[in-house]
Structures are given as C-alpha cells and as structure tokens.
C-alpha cells in the first residue's frame, strides 16, 4: 500500500533513473487502467520523459507538453525495467517505453485491476477531480491555523487522517504511526482536540513522514524494490512490545486492514473492541 513516504522516494529514484530519455512508444496492456482515451497513450511516442513527481499519493510522469497521472492504489507499483515486459505478463498495466530498449512499466500484484493512469494535458492536472479535491499535502506539515480548520470536523482522527480531501498522503500503515507518535487514539474525535494535542499530531507528521523519506534516502539505491522496507514501529506489530513503554500493542480487524495501537499510551489502558473476534464469537 504505497503512501506519501513511498510514492515520494518512487518518484524520486525514478526521475533520476528517466529524465531526459526519450519514450519511443507506449501501451496498456491492462484493459481498464486507462480512464482517459483522448489523446491515445501512444501520443507520448518521441517525446522526452522530463521527470516523475508526487501529488498526494498520485505519480506524475511529465513528457514534453503531457503527463500521465498514476494512482497506484493498493498494489500498484511504477518501475524502471532495463528490459521490456513479455507480453504474457500479467501483471503489466501500463508500458512507457523509452529509448535504449529500457521501460517505465506500471505493474500491479493479484488480480484485480485497480491503478489507473490519466494521459493529460499540464493544464488539465489541477482541474482533475483525484487532483482538485485533495486537502494540502500532509509533508510538510500544514502551518498550526490551517490544521486546526482541518482537523476541525465530529470524526474519528484514523478516518479522518486517511481522508484525502482533508490532508494528503497518509494510508492505513502511516496512520498508525502518526497516532501513535503523537499518543492519541484512533477513535478520537478530531473535533475535540486540545491545542497541545492538535500540534502533537502536526509534528509527527513532519517527524514520521519526512523520516521515512530520509530512511528510503538511505536505504534505497536506484531501483525501488517491490516491498519497501517501511520503519514502522506499531503498524503490523501486533503482540510486539510497545517500543517506547514496552505494553503489548493491540490490533482492531476490519474488513480489508488493520488498525494497531499501544493501549497503554493511546487509549488510557483500555483494549477496544476487536470487531473481527466479537464477530466470531456471535
Ligand atoms: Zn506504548
């Protein structure tokens, strides 16, 4: 699940690894990864790939007078391959294919077909609805004023966190994180905050954040691998002690993730509810 922390370094190293080359062709061999049709991808052939950055947690890859806007979703990835993809690889969605026989490819993992990409014209970016409705990004921080107004809504702060109209770039690993960083509890409501709470929570997003890209600085050579090593400290750690008081962090099952959290610092020693387990013992 690529974040503002993952998608950053990806956009980082893949700009280093592209700038200036020249795209000789380009396809979508994944029937519906592309959400725009006009112009066809193939109209970034013979034009020079200037770059690759991050909006929120989106890719842009910018080629003389168009981009491609990549959402990767939960298991995408866009990497730079020294040699073209077999046409029989499934996991291929979408082929920049650039000069010298390298290849900017867009995979995804399992089955479903859910990263997408846009082909647009510079001025249309801002204009895009994934785009224009983003809250301001969440690296740096938003100044105390403005995070105040954004936190300023009656939901939960692991909801409202990972809300990309309210701020962007924070998921369900990096949520966690933050909470725990700034010892708060997931189901606190945002709306509630006090100002020494509200300005815990804006730190560790400059603090957490911004350390992970340093940490993927360090740790990442040219090519990003497929599973990052993420420097999580709760998240996923479930049953490990607690790093900083050494409690046992507890997890909260949904459907489709995982909420961790130290009981002890976050949530005034109180386990919460597992939803999956009192589901099964219904
Ligand atoms: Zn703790």
Avoid: N
């Avoid at 403005?146 to 770039?169: N, S, W, Y």
């Avoid at 990003?224 to 999580?232: E, F, G, I, S």
Wanted: charged share 30%.
């Amino acid at each position: 699940m690529p974040e503002l922390p993952e998608v950053e370094i990806t956009a980082r190293r893949l700009s280093r690894g592209v700038a200036g080359a020249e795209i000789e062709s380009a396809l979508a061999p994944g029937m519906v990864t592309m959400k725009t049709f006009d112009p066809p991808l193939d109209a970034l052939a013979g034009r020079t790939l200037e770059g690759v950055r991050r909006v929120g947690k989106m890719l842009v890859v910018d080629a003389g007078g168009l981009l491609v806007l990549i959402h990767l979703m939960s298991a995408g990835r866009l990497q730079l391959w020294d040699t073209r993809a077999s046409l029989r690889d499934r996991s291929s969605r979408m082929l920049i294919r650039l000069e010298g026989g390298r290849e900017l490819r867009l995979r995804e993992f399992g089955t479903q077909q859910r990263a997408w990409g846009k082909l647009l014209a510079p001025d249309a970016l801002e204009a895009d609805e994934a785009v224009a409705t983003l809250g301001p990004d969440a690296v740096p921080a938003p100044p105390p004023g403005e995070f105040a107004r954004l936190l300023d809504q009656p939901r939960h702060l692991h909801q409202l966190l990972r809300d990309q109209r309210t701020i962007a770039g924070i998921g369900r690993s990096w949520v966690d994180e933050l909470l725990w960083t700034a010892r708060l509890s997931p189901f606190q409501r945002a709306s509630d905050l006090d100002a020494d709470a509200r300005e815990r929570l804006r730190k560790a997003c400059d603090e957490v954040l911004a350390g992970a890209i340093e940490h993927y600085e360090r740790v990442i050579g040219d090519t990003v691998p497929d599973k990052l090593p993420m420097p999580l400290q709760v998240h996923r750690r479930a049953g490990e002690a607690c790093p900083r008081c050494g409690t046992t962090i507890e997890a909260i099952h949904f459907k489709d993730y995982v909420m961790c959290y130290c009981p002890q610092e976050q949530t005034g020693g109180r386990v919460l509810k597992d939803r999956r387990l009192s589901r099964l013992l219904k």
